[in-house]
């Protein structure tokens, strides 16, 4: 009775931290038009269903890549905020490209598993497990590979040609941590990051500099 009692609290456990079903079969969430073209999300609040149209289910803003960031990367997340469509579905995705040598760093998201198929070129592709495990490997144009949920994961172009990723996520908020931005950018006393890695104090600051958002 014991066991039968644990195994159902961790059962329980597990579904509340996963995003909920949807009780209907969508929540198009209300839009308000401000100033300047702004468009804000009004959440939790759905429009009527007859207010709907199919462009609430359609989104074009991953035809093209964005602008590369300093590690020669590119990322386009698309979530409820700017697709509407999402909302109570349990699934975000996300674009992303590396230049050639770019890197995606090691990050992990929070709340949900990721899933990405390489679009286009070789990525040296991989995660971390909890016993500091790598598993990790160069995949190619339509290999797919998985990151469990809150483990830290990355990616590198290893090719000679820009290339291209698409991830899925189950959750539509699944968070992100960036480590060396969690790490140098967020304010942390200097004097632990010192002695956590072993860096000199101007070390330190050059990171900081470097990650800072």
Not at 52 to 64: C, H, P
Not at 183 to 202: N, V
Request: charged residues 20%; negative net charge; aromatic residues 10%.
């Amino acid at each position: 009775m014991a066991t039968l009692l644990l195994l159902l609290v961790f059962a329980l456990g597990s579904l509340a931290s996963s995003d909920p079903d949807p009780v209907q079969d969508f929540c198009v969430p209300v839009s308000w038009h401000g100033p300047n073209h702004t468009v804000l999300r009004i959440f939790p609040l759905c429009k009527n269903s007859s207010e709907v149209t199919v462009d609430d289910f359609v989104f074009s803003g991953v035809k093209s890549p964005g602008d590369y960031k300093v590690t020669g990367f590119s990322g386009i997340s698309v979530n409820p905020t700017v697709f509407p469509g999402l909302n109570t579905l349990g699934m975000s995705f996300v674009r992303a490209d590396l230049d050639e040598g770019g890197v995606n760093v090691p990050h992990y998201h929070p709340r949900a598993t990721e899933i990405v198929i390489v679009l286009e070129g070789s990525v040296y592709s991989g995660f971390v497990d909890s016993t500091n495990r790598v598993f990790a490997k160069v995949i190619e144009k339509g290999e797919v590979m998985i990151f469990p949920k809150g483990l830290v994961h990355f990616q590198m172009n290893v090719g000679d040609s820009p290339a291209t990723i698409f991830g899925s996520f189950n959750s539509q908020n699944p968070g992100q941590e960036k480590l060396p931005f969690t790490i140098f950018g967020s304010g942390i006393k200097g004097e632990l990051l010192e002695k956590a890695f072993g860096l000199s104090e101007r070390e330190v600051e050059n990171l900081r500099r470097r990650f800072s958002s």
